[in-house]
């Protein structure tokens, strides 16, 4: 089975850098996304890892420790619209996606 | 850019009606999933299909059953809604391969109501 973790709630002000972790426990891991989610929305895709490092795109940034079984959600220069929850989720194979229950990240003025 | 579409954006059904949600995708994807998403349990896989006429049971398939007669459409039936069945429902689709093609794409969503 799957088990993924992530923190049910993080708050940031605008400008700040927030970081979203995520931990899993699989059997059978092809990569780990990240997608982001705005109230009564569909989720839409942010970034993907399969090897262990950073993927950086503009001010998102995803990392990966395989070994770990760990991976974070690194937001800079945090603005307003990027109030919404994160949902980290697993790939294991088929195009199958296990997701964990999503961050909800709030940011303040 | 990749179209996923629901039929409906809110539906309202009362206890014991046969429900039918509808998903359609315009990408040629082979992969289609339903999700179920709750407050707190984040999405939950109920069936997906990797092919017309194809289909597997995701975590949560009791209560419900599918039918893919076309390769974009993918739909969902509750054959006797309950109310424990009120819930967000997100249709997704993605290409068949590995790596990044696996990107699950979603549509609007339906949220359901039963009474």
């Known amino acids: 089975g799957q088990n993924i973790d992530q923190p049910t709630e993080m708050t940031a002000t605008e400008g700040a850098i927030v970081q979203i972790n995520c931990t899993y426990q699989?059997?059978?891991?092809?990569?780990l996304f990240w997608y982001q989610q705005h109230a009564g929305e569909a989720p839409t895709f942010l970034s993907y890892?399969?090897?262990?490092g950073l993927e950086e795109k503009g001010r998102f940034s995803s990392f990966l420790s395989r070994s770990k079984g760990y991976s974070y959600l690194l937001l800079k220069e945090l603005q307003m619209k990027d109030s919404a929850s994160y949902l980290c989720?697993?790939?294991f194979g088929w195009g199958k996606l296990q997701f964990g229950a999503g961050t909800q990240v709030v940011v303040t003025p | 850019d990749v179209k996923v579409t629901q039929s409906s954006r809110y539906l309202v059904k009362r206890t014991g009606e046969k429900v039918f949600l509808e998903c359609v995708q315009d990408m040629d994807h082979e992969n289609m999933f339903w999700y179920r998403q709750d407050p707190g349990l984040g999405l939950r896989l109920i069936y997906f299909?990797?092919?017309?006429?194809?289909?597997e049971k995701g975590d949560i398939p009791e209560g419900y059953s599918v039918s893919r007669e076309k390769k974009e459409r993918f739909s969902l039936i509750l054959e006797s809604a309950s109310t424990n069945q009120t819930s967000m429902y997100l249709c997704?689709?993605?290409?068949?391969?590995?790596?990044?093609?696996?990107?699950?794409?979603f549509g609007p969503g339906t949220r359901l109501t039963v009474l």
């Open positions: 299909s990797y092919d017309v006429k194809m289909k």
């Open positions: 989720a697993v790939s």
């Open positions: 699989t059997s059978g891991f092809n990569g």
């Open positions: 890892n399969v090897l262990d």
């Open positions: 997704a689709s993605s290409t068949q391969g590995t790596g990044a093609v696996d990107t699950q794409y």
